[in-house]
């Protein structure tokens, strides 16, 4: 085992939370930087892109080093606004512990409950700063009880006494446990050892209240990282998730990753995607500035150059990581220059590299390109970005909606691949999955029927790629596909043969079942001046909304609910408009859910299925030495496994 020597902790928030003036704070306070800047002021250590500091907002994530009574730890900064959302869920899987900060001032917002729900799923342990309590609208006893309902119990506030914890919290994480509170009655609670402890392992998140801008509470919370965090330990196997692909001014790329295994070195080979490479430098970021070291271990976040294609959300001998936030938008790329189209989409495939979430698409037929995005504000940075670093003006098209397609219930699809001289058939049920699961693989196949090595080799095929739906063309998701059996042939199964069957197996099952047209939706909060409210209410119901009952006071009114992108995407601006700027909505991804208005969206899409040879549903079998298709109608009459 390797001890780590290096805690990293990531600082997330809803946009405008105090975020970034926290990890301000932090790092002056721990003698990182000499001088605390302001984001008003656009002099922050960490956000120092001019985008960055023209709109007061984190876009791009960055990591700094500080140390606590000789403790190392890495803070990473990430993007708070919900256009960010995939590179905020990417450092996620990087992170030891995770600081929520939450505006004490506006309480929990939409944005907070999506990062606690994706931390949950990765098991991050927490810490809660509450800030801005300061602020005349700050209730702690709201607060901590509004935590309490839509977190977990287990959040209980942290106040020191003369440097020490206070009394009162010991009390209440005492009560939290019957087996702390045994050990409180009888005198042998190891305090230290038990809050670090029941922090990593999520069985309590500590609750610090303060303000970053004007320093309170802060001497007490930098306390608090140091007593509730410990240092992990590590597998000697060489392991690390990488986070983030960059090029930096002289054009080299640069794999962020979190080492979480063994010792790396410069000059390694790294061994991926069928290629070798070899580590040339390895670079420990602070701020922008790096230092190039010789090695670096297991706990420690770095960058390394000389690899050229790695791919952010993958790993070395790690598991890789799957995205619970997809983009819900996707526009056409404009040329406003005269660029060709090759140089064109050769830019967009390097901004694909840093930002995978793009899925930068190329139509052979239009020569059109297409990307996926999750906010307009993302349009303008992708703008500004490619205008400055390769010097290409671009627009964009309208924004289009990204559907999904799923299944109601459960069906067989069979494929069988058999021209000359090759052979396999392939039995799958496809079944409808959870919301959110994307695609699932079982195997209940005999190995008395197939050999282990081609069930493998079947559901690797299953989920190599996206697979289209019949209605629209649109991914198909949250499906459970099981493989119930399949053939092979001794002499004539060749590598592909199975790949082909497994491809028509699943469009084969689609054609037979009740496909179902998913749309993305908005969790969203309205806050408006109590005048306003009949007009937000009637506006919910023309948008397809569903909603809560309002929560009223004598001056304002909060509306929470759900409702499609593709209805509520211009609201923001309407609502502006007619509550004349007193009107505020906040929103954040709720997921797909099924379509408003399917045969509308069939009809505008117009996808015609049997034109789609890449997917077909057809088969093929073997007749007197020749191939022939067979529809996809009377393949379960033709299936050579009954």
């Known amino acids: 085992m390797i001890n780590s020597e290096n805690c990293t902790i990531g600082i997330l928030a809803h946009v405008d939370a105090g975020k970034t003036t926290l990890t301000e704070a932090l790092l002056y306070k721990t003698g990182a930087i000499r001088k605390m800047g302001r984001v008003d002021h656009k002099d922050t250590f960490l956000d120092t892109h001019y985008i960055e500091r023209s709109r007061g907002i984190t876009i791009f994530s960055k990591q700094a080093e500080f140390f606590i009574n000789n403790n190392k730890y890495t803070i990473v900064d990430t993007p708070g606004h919900i256009d960010f959302s995939p590179e905020m869920e990417r450092c996620i899987r990087i992170l030891d512990y995770a600081i929520?900060?939450?505006?004490g001032a506006e309480g929990i917002q939409s944005h907070t409950e999506t990062i606690w729900k994706i931390l949950e799923e990765y098991n991050v342990p927490v810490i809660f700063f509450i800030n801005k309590i300061d602020r005349e609208s700050f209730?702690?006893?709201?607060?901590?009880?509004?935590l309490k309902k839509r977190f977990s119990e287990k959040c209980v506030t942290v106040e020191y006494e003369n440097n020490m914890l206070s009394d009162e919290f010991i009390e209440t994480l005492a009560s939290t446990d019957e087996v702390l509170l045994e050990k409180y009655f009888e005198g042998t609670l190891n305090l230290k050892e038990t809050i670090s402890e029941y922090t990593e392992e999520r069985k309590l998140f500590p609750c610090f209240f303060g303000s970053a801008l004007n320093n309170i509470g802060i001497d007490d919370f930098i306390?608090?990282?140091?007593?509730?965090?410990?240092?992990?330990?590590?597998?000697?196997d060489k392991k690390c998730r990488i986070f983030k692909i960059l090029h930096d001014e002289q054009g080299n790329r640069l794999t962020f990753a979190k080492i979480t295994g063994g010792i790396w070195n410069v000059k390694d080979t790294v061994s991926y995607d069928d290629i070798d490479e070899k580590i040339n430098q390895i670079r420990i970021y602070n701020g922008d500035k790096y230092t190039t070291v010789q090695n670096v271990k297991a706990g420690d976040i770095c960058a390394f150059t000389g690899l050229s294609k790695t791919k952010a959300g993958k790993s070395f001998n790690d598991y890789d990581y799957t995205n619970f936030i997809?983009?819900?938008l996707?526009?056409?790329?404009?040329?406003?220059?005269?660029?060709?189209?090759?140089?064109l989409l050769k830019t967009m495939k390097i901004i694909e590299e840093e930002e995978p979430e793009l899925r930068v698409k190329f139509n052979k037929e239009s020569k059109t390109i297409e990307i996926y995005i999750m906010g307009l504000i993302q349009l303008e940075i992708l703008k500004n970005t490619i205008k400055e670093r390769f010097n290409i003006n671009i627009d964009f098209g309208p924004c289009e909606i990204i559907?999904?397609?799923?299944?109601?219930?459960?069906?067989?699809?069979?494929?069988?691949?058999?021209?000359?001289?090759?052979?396999?058939?392939?039995h799958l049920r496809i079944e409808e999955g959870e919301r959110e699961s994307g695609i699932v693989i079982k195997d209940e196949c005999s190995e008395d029927m197939l050999d282990k090595n081609y069930h493998n080799l079947i559901l690797s095929h299953v989920l190599e790629k996206e697979h289209k739906g019949i209605l629209t063309g649109s991914q198909l998701t949250d499906v459970i596909i099981t493989l119930v059996a399949g053939k092979a042939h001794l002499k004539h199964t060749e590598g592909g043969d199975f790949r082909e069957a497994t491809y028509r197996a699943i469009r084969q099952g689609l054609e037979k079942a009740e496909n179902i047209i998913l749309e993305p939706y908005y969790n969203f909060k309205i806050e408006v001046?109590?005048?306003?409210?009949?007009r937000v209410l009637s506006d919910m119901t023309r948008l397809k909304c569903e909603f809560d009952t309002p929560i009223m006071t004598d001056e304002k009114a909060i509306v929470k609910g759900k409702c499609p992108v593709a209805l509520f995407m211009d609201y923001p601006l309407e609502l502006a408009s007619y509550s004349k700027g007193k009107g505020i909505v906040q929103f954040s991804s709720a997921g797909y859910f099924k379509c408003h208005n399917s045969e509308e969206i069939i009809?505008?899409?117009?996808?015609?299925?049997?034109?789609?040879?890449?997917?077909?549903?057809?088969?093929?079998?073997?007749s007197h030495g020749a191939g022939y298709e067979v529809k996809w109608f009377d393949v379960d009459d033709k299936r050579h496994i009954k």
Do not use: W
């Open 100 to 103: 929520i900060v939450i505006n």
């Open 139 to 146: 209730n702690k006893e709201n607060i901590i009880n509004e």
């Open 223 to 236: 306390k608090g990282i140091n007593d509730f965090t410990v240092y992990k330990s590590y597998d000697n």
């Open 326 to 328: 997809s983009p819900v």
């Open 330 to 343: 996707s526009v056409k790329v404009i040329s406003c220059d005269n660029t060709d189209i090759s140089t």
């Open 403 to 426: 559907y999904k397609e799923t299944i109601k219930g459960s069906v067989m699809g069979y494929g069988h691949f058999e021209p000359l001289r090759h052979y396999a058939e392939v």
């Open 529 to 534: 001046p109590i005048d306003c409210l009949g």
């Open 603 to 622: 009809e505008k899409i117009n996808y015609d299925k049997d034109r789609d040879v890449e997917n077909t549903s057809s088969s093929v079998f073997c």
